[in-house]
């Protein structure tokens, strides 16, 4: 498990590192996690007043996936949540 501090308050532990998330490459959970912190300086420009949409993966890019609805509890508090005006009410 690797712990990553958010800020001096949070941190988020990361579980499941050895998991295969691509099978044709090899990569694992770990492996993105490596992209992840790598690529914002790059990404982030791209990104900034864009709207986006999760889409996940539990078992892996081969695996079936689903559409995140609505942010988790544990959403860091600099990530705005909005609520589509597509979406119904729950």
């Known amino acids: 498990m690797i712990t990553i501090p958010e800020d001096e308050y949070t941190c ?3 579980t499941s590192l050895r998991k295969i998330v691509s099978p044709e490459s090899g990569f694992t959970k770990r492996d993105l996690l490596a992209y992840y912190l790598k690529i914002p300086p790059v990404l982030l420009p ?45």
């Open 12 to 14: 988020q532990k990361l």
């Open 46 to 90: 791209h990104l900034k007043d864009h709207s986006m949409v999760m889409k996940r993966y539990p078992n892996g890019i081969a695996g079936e996936f689903f559409f995140m609805a609505t942010g988790s509890r544990g959403v860091h508090v600099y990530i705005p949540i909005q609520r589509s005006p597509l979406q119904k009410e729950a």
